[in-house]
């Protein structure tokens, strides 16, 4: 298997970012969802949320990464089995998860950074905090990151069964490409 992607295959670069961001949004939720209902008294009240944004600020640096990997190697061509409607609701699908997962970390910035304080990334660096003070931004930043959150857990669940529609129904190779597999 080769690092960059082909006309016909995604690359093992491609593979990995694909799969780490998808273990990290569903690994970031399920911590999220556990986190909002720690009491003060809980052993992990503070650990908790700096995990979370430790994480996500990671994430987000793997986020540029793929952006930019997407554009120095293009993914494989659509199968030619994809009629026009499947072309263009794959392309605004995956242009929703990426906006999507990009406002989600922008409002996680922002509700962790509306105190002025920076954020620690697991001891190694901080983020500074270079918006912060705007009026009720930790409330109104929190709301759009808890809707988006829904909103992208969905939506990856629905990309993720139209893959499965793909190789179960239609037979073709659309998601063993994402494994890696080839054609044939």
């Known amino acids: 298997m080769h690092w960059r992607n082909s006309p016909t295959h995604y690359g093992l670069t491609s593979i990995l970012l694909h799969w780490l961001v998808a273990v990290a949004v569903f690994g970031l ?7 909002v209902g720690l009491n003060y008294y809980s052993s992990w009240y503070r650990t908790a949320p700096e995990l979370h944004k430790s994480i996500g600020i990671v994430l987000f640096a793997v986020m540029l990464l793929r952006v930019l990997w997407r554009l120095l190697s293009p993914g494989p061509a ?16 995956h242009g929703l ?9 922008i409002s996680g910035y922002l509700i962790s950074t509306a105190d002025g304080r920076p954020i620690g990334v697991f001891g190694w660096f ?10 009720r931004q930790e409330d109104i930043a929190g709301l759009v990151h808890e809707y988006l ?6 939506l990856a ?4 069964l139209a893959a499965l529609k793909h190789h179960f129904i239609d037979h073709d190779t659309t998601l063993k490409r994402m494994f890696g597999r080839v054609d044939g």
């Open 29 to 35: 939720f399920g911590l999220g969802l556990w986190m």
């Open 78 to 93: 659509a199968l030619a089995s994809h009629g026009a409607l499947t072309r263009l609701t794959t392309k605004l699908g």
């Open 97 to 105: 998860l990426y906006a999507g997962l990009f406002a989600v970390m």
């Open 126 to 135: 901080e983020v500074p905090a270079l918006i912060s003070g705007l009026p």
């Open 149 to 154: 959150a829904w909103a992208l857990v969905i």
């Open 157 to 160: 669940g629905l990309h993720a």
